[in-house]
């Protein structure tokens, strides 16, 4: 099958939603389809322009009109569909509906070019009410008004949640996939005799659903109460200055570390990949997913992140709810509210766990991107 892959953006070489589009192109390219990606971005002159595997297709120019063009103009889309005889077409949504993107679904249903729409998470409209961004405020009061009307013209909304409709439109849902090209199996650096200190790891670009502030106060919690022994938590990921202060959301990782005198177990290790990033993981015995998704309405989500740490072979807590893992053995739930992290809990679940990083990938073989990506071509196909 012919496959167009629509993002609405560009990537970004350190970006994990960059590095997720391409491991889904990759799955789908495994599974046999011929795949193009179309994105959004800038040529080397600065130009504003629409490309398909690498090649322009419609240069926007330079300047204000420019930057409105690129969020009016989508009948490149249509022709580049209709020249190639596309047959499908696999979109990201982007927050981003408008008259003129209903405009280019409806021709391209029109054309009998089936299209689908994945919405990455599902709620998202607390994620961009909390914000005090005013330009992202106004992108949702826009989608908001045109959203349902944009999906009456797919075929099926692709989702991670459990929904069975959204905006009006059935779904199909999948699970976060991952790729076990990418990801290393987990390897535990020896400790020395007598050393009983738990290292404990979280990535993520860090917003306020991640909710590490719990597991911050978790561990201050910890001292206060009389701990004894050494727990660091290992922050890898960008971490914005408003997330060190106290905000709406949640409490400042600052405010947290000066409260309870932490700031030798707090270690922020900015951006890291590859060898760099697996030398902290080896480091660590447990990782920490999101602790705070209801803070974003979101009580039900697959989150890319619990599938990379099964893959990578390592324990871990969340508290959302997870149908892929919330039974499995390897995996601690944290309570849905604001409570600091019992870290007593982690403790004696990582000392008394015996399972190996093998065993654990073993449990995702069926979330790879070449499974899930299928699931949505086979849907389309038997609902055309």
């Known amino acids: 099958m012919r ?8 990537f970004s070489e350190h970006s994990g939603i960059s590095k997720k589009i391409h491991y889904q192109v990759k799955g789908l390219r495994e599974n046999g389809h011929e795949v193009h990606l179309c994105h959004y971005g800038f ?56 008259p003129w993107l209903i405009s280019l679904f409806r021709r391209l249903r029109r054309a009998a070019i089936p299209a689908v729409t994945e919405i990455p998470t599902y709620p ?76 404990l790891i979280g990535v993520a670009e860090v917003h306020f659903w991640h909710g590490f502030d719990r597991l911050m106060a978790g561990i201050g919690e910890y001292y206060k109460a009389g701990g004894k022994r050494d727990v660091y938590f290992h922050v890898v990921g960008g971490v914005h200055p408003a997330y060190m202060t106290d905000g709406r959301e ?53 989150t890319l992140k619990n599938r990379e740490y099964a893959t990578r072979g390592i324990p871990f807590i969340y508290s959302e709810q997870d149908s892929d893992f919330d039974s499995q053995p390897y995996v601690l739930k944290a309570p849905a509210d ?29 979330l790879t991107w070449k499974i899930q990506m299928q699931r949505v071509v086979d849907d389309v196909t038997n609902n055309c």
């Open 43 to 98: 040529d080397g002159n600065g130009r504003r322009c629409r490309f398909v595997d690498g090649e322009v297709i419609r240069d926007y120019g330079r300047g204000p009109l420019a930057a409105l063009r690129q969020r009016t103009d989508y009948g490149c889309i249509y022709d580049y569909c209709v020249a190639r005889q596309i047959e499908f077409v696999y979109a990201r949504c982007f927050q981003n509906a408008s």
């Open 3 to 10: 496959i167009l892959f629509l993002v609405y953006h560009g």
């Open 250 to 302: 949640a409490p400042g990782f600052q405010t947290i570390i000066d409260k309870y005198g932490i700031a030798d177990r707090i270690i922020f290790h900015g951006t890291m990949f590859g060898d760099e990033l697996t030398t902290v993981f080896n480091q660590c015995r447990f990782a920490i997913g999101s602790l705070g998704r209801h803070r974003s309405g979101i009580s039900v989500i697959k």
């Open 338 to 366: 604001e409570s600091p992290i019992d870290i007593g809990k982690i403790l004696d679940f990582v000392d008394g766990f015996t399972m190996q990083p093998t065993e654990i990938r073993k449990t995702v073989e069926h």
């Open 124 to 199: 998202y409209d607390q994620e961009f009410l909390s914000s005090n961004d005013w330009n992202q405020r106004l992108d949702l009061w826009i989608d908001k008004r045109f959203r349902r009307r944009l999906y009456s013209q797919m075929n099926a909304v692709v989702t991670f949640s459990d929904a069975r409709e959204i905006f009006g439109q059935r779904t199909v849902n999948i699970s976060n996939g991952v790729d076990f090209d990418s990801i290393p199996l987990h390897s535990n650096s020896p400790q020395a005799a007598g050393d009983s200190a738990v290292h």
